[in-house]
């Protein structure tokens, strides 16, 4: 993997710069859509390569792992193959969604036991299978295994937990060393921060990550529940301690404000389910706001659903048409609130881009996020 960091704000951290992988140049900042089990839900890969065009998207190994399983997802080649898309892939490593199963796992140093919640079966992730099955599923960027600790954490154990998950990357990189590619591209390894909202433990962790001299760094444990300022404060932590010229990608973020936020903050790499999972309950973001498209007041606006006319949805469909079919309960609702919504972001975050080359990012993300700070 290489970096090139094209050019940085003047008045902020924010930075433009371009990602080389073996599946194409991801151009940063970037939002990465969320393809859980191999699919971005909705959206046909056709729709996701030629209308949302994003450079690259996110899978999850818990999911994949559970279901089709490594077997079948090596029989068919890898997940780029599986699911029939040639771009990159970044896979995380299982952390986020073990520490959701709360109820149903127990962590030790040795890994996590974790009941599966599709059938109650139990499995063992450790930091050495975890990289064997991200090998199998085939991404272009995998995943430390790291402990997600919840929000709020006490000092204590966010502090233990922080010590193990460096124990855990330890193990990692010297089990990746051992095992080899199985596909005919490289795969790039990023490690992960934590420290919950804890400023001396972030900085810490963020010092320890920067010190393993990795092509690519993440920062997880954030947007769990904290308030956004505190999400900005311990970003701000990190993005001075982690190297200039390795992407930060901060994990599971989050509301288009929150993304300008951040480029603002010198992070490079997003993701999140909020534009799907939102867009399927029927909130729509755009310029100028969000759009809860059930509300009555659409009933009978024939309105295009957004005249930027970002993705071709946007002025195929009118407001009063979407907000019937979510009141009627059809699928081509959620369908289409989910491309426009992922159309948004991927617009956003390359109009963000565009800007930091052009130097004129503060001001032009400063009347956005007034903008678009409002429910329509």
């Given at each position: 993997?290489?970096?090139?960091?094209?050019?940085?704000?003047?008045?902020?951290?924010?930075?433009?710069?371009?990602?080389?992988?073996?599946?194409?140049?991801?151009?940063?900042?970037?939002?990465m859509?969320?393809?859980?089990?191999?699919?971005?839900?909705?959206?046909h890969?056709?729709?996701?390569?030629q209308?949302?065009?994003?450079?690259?998207?996110?899978?999850?190994?818990y999911?994949?792992?559970?279901?089709?399983?490594?077997d079948?997802?090596?029989?068919?080649?890898?997940?780029?193959?599986?699911?029939?898309?040639?771009?990159?892939?970044?896979?995380?490593?299982?952390?986020?969604?073990?520490?959701?199963?709360?109820?149903?796992r127990k962590?030790?140093?040795?890994?996590?036991?974790?009941?599966?919640?599709?059938?109650?079966?139990?499995?063992f992730?450790?930091?050495?299978?975890?990289?064997?099955?991200?090998?199998?599923?085939?991404?272009?960027?995998?995943?430390?295994?790291?402990?997600?600790?919840?929000?709020?954490?006490?000092?204590?154990?966010?502090?233990?937990?922080?010590?193990?998950?460096?124990?855990?990357?330890?193990?990692?990189?010297?089990?990746?060393?051992?095992?080899?590619?199985?596909?005919?591209?490289?795969?790039?390894?990023?490690?992960?921060?934590?420290?919950s909202?804890?400023?001396?433990?972030?900085?810490?962790?963020?010092e320890?990550?920067?010190?393993?001299?990795?092509?690519?760094?993440?920062?997880?444990?954030?947007?769990?529940?904290?308030?956004?300022?505190?999400?900005?404060?311990?970003?701000?932590?990190?993005t001075?301690?982690?190297?200039?010229?390795?992407?930060?990608?901060?994990?599971g973020?989050?509301?288009?404000?929150?993304?300008?936020?951040?480029?603002?903050?010198?992070?490079?790499?997003?993701?999140?389910?909020?534009?799907?999972?939102?867009?399927?309950?029927?909130?729509?973001?755009?310029a100028?706001?969000?759009?809860?498209?059930?509300?009555?007041?659409?009933?009978?606006?024939?309105?295009?659903?957004?005249?930027?006319?970002?993705?071709?949805v946007?002025?195929?469909?009118?407001k009063?048409?979407?907000?019937?079919?979510?009141k009627?309960?059809?699928?081509?609702?959620?369908?289409?609130?989910?491309?426009?919504?992922?159309?948004?972001?991927?617009?956003?975050?390359?109009?963000?881009?565009?800007?930091?080359?052009?130097?004129?990012?503060?001001?032009?993300?400063?009347?956005?996020?007034?903008?678009?700070?409002?429910?329509?």
């Amino acid at each position: 993997m290489q970096f090139n960091l094209e050019k940085t704000d003047p008045e902020s951290q924010a930075r433009a710069g371009t990602i080389t992988l073996d599946h194409g140049p991801v151009e940063t900042p970037i939002f990465m859509p969320v393809g859980t089990v191999g699919t971005v839900k909705g959206v046909h890969q056709r729709e996701l390569s030629q209308d949302i065009n994003p450079d690259i998207i996110l899978g999850n190994t818990y999911h994949l792992y559970l279901r089709p399983q490594t077997d079948i997802l090596e029989k068919a080649g890898g997940i780029h193959k599986f699911m029939n898309w040639d771009r990159n892939i970044l896979t995380d490593s299982g952390g986020y969604q073990v520490y959701s199963l709360s109820a149903n796992r127990k962590i030790k140093e040795e890994g996590v036991k974790f009941k599966s919640h599709i059938d109650g079966s139990m499995h063992f992730f450790t930091p050495e299978n975890v990289m064997e099955i991200q090998r199998t599923i085939g991404a272009d960027i995998i995943m430390a295994f790291d402990e997600c600790t919840p929000y709020p954490c006490d000092y204590k154990y966010a502090k233990r937990s922080m010590h193990m998950t460096h124990r855990w990357l330890d193990r990692c990189i010297s089990h990746l060393e051992k095992t080899p590619l199985k596909y005919d591209y490289n795969q790039t390894f990023f490690p992960i921060v934590q420290g919950s909202t804890y400023k001396d433990l972030r900085k810490q962790s963020a010092e320890y990550i920067a010190s393993v001299g990795a092509a690519g760094n993440a920062i997880g444990g954030l947007s769990v529940g904290e308030p956004a300022e505190e999400m900005y404060a311990m970003t701000e932590v990190v993005t001075d301690i982690l190297p200039e010229d390795k992407p930060r990608y901060l994990m599971g973020v989050g509301t288009p404000i929150n993304l300008l936020e951040n480029i603002a903050l010198g992070i490079d790499m997003f993701d999140c389910v909020m534009p799907t999972r939102n867009g399927r309950n029927g909130m729509l973001f755009t310029a100028h706001g969000s759009i809860n498209i059930k509300n009555k007041k659409w009933e009978d606006d024939f309105s295009p659903i957004d005249d930027m006319d970002i993705t071709w949805v946007d002025t195929a469909y009118s407001k009063a048409y979407v907000r019937h079919l979510f009141k009627v309960k059809e699928l081509l609702g959620m369908q289409i609130a989910t491309i426009h919504n992922l159309g948004f972001y991927l617009w956003l975050v390359r109009e963000a881009r565009k800007h930091i080359l052009a130097g004129d990012f503060t001001s032009w993300k400063n009347k956005m996020v007034k903008q678009m700070d409002k429910r329509l």
